[in-house]
């Protein structure tokens, strides 16, 4: 048995990721939170400033039995605008940058290779702007943040963001949710 991993990801409002992952076969949790910023410890209102250097994140632990790290990229460049710098649709800031955040060196080797690949196949329209940075300075968010689509389905946000996500999502990988 393989032990478990971790994984860190920002594609955008960490409520739509979160709640993109959550639902995959082999992933054990899904934590929202900041990471790769210079404030120790922020809170959503100090990020939402624009000034605290964080991104918007989900921390994944999986098992690589289960699900690979290859996976999880597939549907996080599925699952975001990877093309658009310091933006996810209307929401507009660096906190809402495409990021991965690699956890061993490993990690960061698969995601450049997935960059490259869907650079030199002309998926996208532009070329691609997510960064690849080592984890650090990750904290996770507000207990308020966690879960936040189940616990807040009548959210207009939600309603009008997060659940055609969703639903787009559970459509395209099917055969990957529990």
Known sequence: MAEIQAATFGGGCFWCTEAVFSELRGVESVT??????HVANPTYEQVCTKTTGHAEVIQITFDPDQISYEDLL??????????????QGNDVGPQ??????YHSQAQKEAAEAFIAKLNDSG???AKIVTEVTEINNYYPAENYHQEYLANNPGNPYCAMVVR??????????????K
């Open 123 to 125: 998926v996208f329209p």
């Open 96 to 101: 809402y940058r495409s990021a991965i955040f």
């Open 164 to 177: 055609p996500k969703v639903d787009k999502f559970r459509k395209q990988f099917g055969e990957k949710l």
């Open 74 to 87: 597939e549907i996080f460049f599925q699952t975001h605008d990877p093309t658009t710098k310091d933006r």
């Open 32 to 37: 929202s939170g900041y990471a790769g910023g």
